[in-house]
């Protein structure tokens, strides 16, 4: 451990059981910083000898660590189990000779995740140096996009030591620059200043202009939470080699990150909710659908901003994601038309010969009925 960590002050406030926690997951970790993430696998490797410790204390250690941005959880494999990264795994340990992870990475799809190699890289681009905008801003070209430092298409993996944050403008600039040549950085750059201004102008405002779901917070309240999962009513119904300190090079290492942007992990859910809603109907319905980021999340929030409820229109985005059918204005329409028609009982009365009556002949109907009921009632009594 270096000398500084014991002068930490994010981790000075922390309970000394959660600090001595953060240290164990040096050595629980693989040689990427990815470990299993349950609390009974912790309290049996790191504090197996601790009769005083639960296992309903562990996870609340585990917590700690969550929450300060220290550790990130997430669902992994095809088995999903609960996982999770040490962000700066890297940046505390040199590998000597690192070994492949045998242990899946947290999906890049999911926004969470390329948010938390943001902070991990400082919000700063590491192929032109530049600011990365924390909010998403007009100009696409400014915004975060995740570059693969060894191409997949060259069989680099998506695991954290391959993947380093970029603008998505220097992203593909990378991608188009022939091998060997110098990277330059785009002139769509232009205006990045600007953009960044924005952002942060709009982070200050966030929490006077947006409201936050106080049920949303489970994302990052509970251990085992799952950032590949339903997004419903407002919640998310959202591990092993041995990490070596040395001294040699280390294969594929990203440029080194720029200083931690200090913000907890559970700041995450101060995200605004047209965000958060996009997030997670991609999230479900991406995949084999040419969705736009963009344009759903455009669409959502102008829905948001006419008073539409939110538990409402995730149904009515459910319909239009398992339709396949494109997210716009006029498909949420008729996808809001179907849920309230399917929600409405009907005003047709059914005669026995199984012939409906509409308008007013089924209101005259329905009416005699009634009186035909309570007149039996009336006989029986």
Known sequence: MKPEFWEDELLGVMPRDARLLFIATFNMADDEGILRWTPAYIKAQAFMYDDDLTIGDVGKLMQCLTDSGLVFPFIGGVARQQMAVVVNFRKHQKINRPQKSKLPPPSLGNYKVREMYARRDGWTCQLCGGGIPQRPVSNDSHNL???HIRPVSAGGSDHPSNVRAAHQACNKSRRDTPDGEEFIPPRSLAGLEASLNDALNRSRNHSVNDSVNESDAEFNSEPQTDTDSEFSSLNHSLTEGKGREGKGREGNTPLPPGEPSGQPAVAQTERALPDRMTDAFLERFARGNSYKRRQVRTTIADALANDTDSSELWRAL????????????NTLQFAFSDIRRASQPSNVIALSSG????????KVAGWAAIAAQLAEQGDSA
Not at 355 to 362: I, V
């Open 318 to 329: 459910e319909r239009l994601g398992e339709t396949s059918k494109p997210v716009t204005a």
């Open 355 to 362: 012939q409906p009556l509409s308008g007013t002949d089924a």
């Open 145 to 147: 996009s995740i570059d």
